[in-house]
């Protein structure tokens, strides 16, 4: 089953489709109050990292620690440029030392296989833009690891954690990304009977309903617009378990380290929001009480209380208290985020 395929289906289910011609098609359904969610996660899309050395090799490429990370779990990384900026940032799926996928969105993907393939062909690794093959759904609501567990015939899942399992015949993986928010890969031929067989117990939703939740965690998401715009410090990856600062060596790692040791970083990401409106682009520039820039949007979506976004904004600005706006005029309301943003992941 094709996107266009795809979208029809989700079309006949209730779906009405916005960017239908960009790389990241979005569905929309109508909002419910149900404790359980099944989410199109369409503008989402996978590589897969295959072959006796894909642990050498990315672990010599990405942020994460590879090696001390369990079979079967998953964390937060980047691969960066030399000078240490960001060139894709993902979650890393770790099946086994010989295979791993990357969930990004589908629109960074050509550029996280075109620049993590220079380096791929000195080691016996291949990697795959397999996002026309599967498709990532996703389960979210209160509990659902153990609804996911429930729904899918698997043991109790715990956050962090894997697990395949058999989708009429063929492979997927269940990806407990939090407490809240199951991430499903599944085959693309599977994908439409899967989503009648859960929807039997979770009231269909937009990739916007997860975009949300990922926002209010803080967790940040690249898009071909701001690839090699941030330092992972900047979007706070640090803080998310997707940045080592014990392993070897790896691209942009002397940079990476020389921020943290120095405390040089003058912009983080924050967690903010603006009243409804057209939903403004990554990498837009936001604005002080001056006209110069002082940071950029990472990503925005759609809210029950206006617009929700993440940004990187310059720390002294916002702690003055100016009052930030969109280069539109509207205002910038900054809101916590649900972890210590000033902690030091070295202590």
Request: with cysteine; hydrophobic share 40%; net charge negative.
């Amino acid at each position: 089953m094709d996107q266009r395929q795809w979208q029809d289906f989700l079309s006949s289910e209730g779906a009405i489709w916005e960017d239908v011609d960009t790389p990241n098609p979005a569905a929309h359904f109508p909002t419910t109050d149900a404790d359980l969610h099944l989410v199109d996660l369409s503008p989402l899309g996978a590589i897969a990292v295959e072959g006796p050395d894909s642990q050498k090799f990315l672990q010599g490429q990405l942020t994460c620690d590879l090696v001390a990370l369990p079979d079967n779990h998953s964390t937060l990384g980047a691969h960066c440029n030399p000078k240490g900026r960001m060139i894709s940032a993902f979650s890393t799926l770790k099946l086994s030392q010989s295979e791993f996928f990357l969930r990004l969105p589908r629109d960074l993907a050509p550029i996280a296989r075109d620049t993590l393939g220079k380096y791929a062909v000195f080691f016996k690794t291949e990697l795959r833009d397999i996002g026309n093959r599967v498709r990532w759904l996703g389960l979210q609501g209160r509990n659902a690891p153990a609804r996911a567990s429930e729904l899918l015939g698997l043991d109790d899942l715990t956050e962090g954690e894997l697990r395949v399992f058999d989708c009429g015949g063929e492979r997927a993986i269940a990806q407990v990304v939090s407490d809240q928010q199951v991430a499903l890969l599944v085959p693309a031929q599977e994908s439409a009977n899967l989503w009648q067989r859960l929807t039997a117990s979770a009231d269909p939703a937009g990739y916007c309903h997860w975009l949300q939740q990922q926002i209010a965690a803080g967790i940040p998401q690249l898009h071909a617009e701001t690839s090699e715009m941030f330092i992972p410090q900047m979007a706070n990856l640090h803080l998310l378990g997707g940045v080592s600062f014990k392993k070897g060596c790896y691209t942009g790692q002397e940079v990476v380290a020389r921020m943290q040791y120095r405390g040089a970083a003058k912009r983080r990401l924050y967690r903010a929001r603006c009243t409804s409106g057209e939903i403004p682009s990554p990498g837009l520039e936001i604005y002080g009480e001056g006209e110069q820039s002082i940071g950029n949007l990472v990503v925005a979506c759609r809210g029950e209380h206006g617009t929700e976004l993440l940004a990187v904004l310059t720390i002294g600005k916002v702690a003055a208290g100016e009052e930030l706006r969109l280069a539109d005029g509207r205002a910038l309301e900054i809101l916590e985020l649900p972890y210590d943003a000033e902690a030091d992941p070295l202590a």
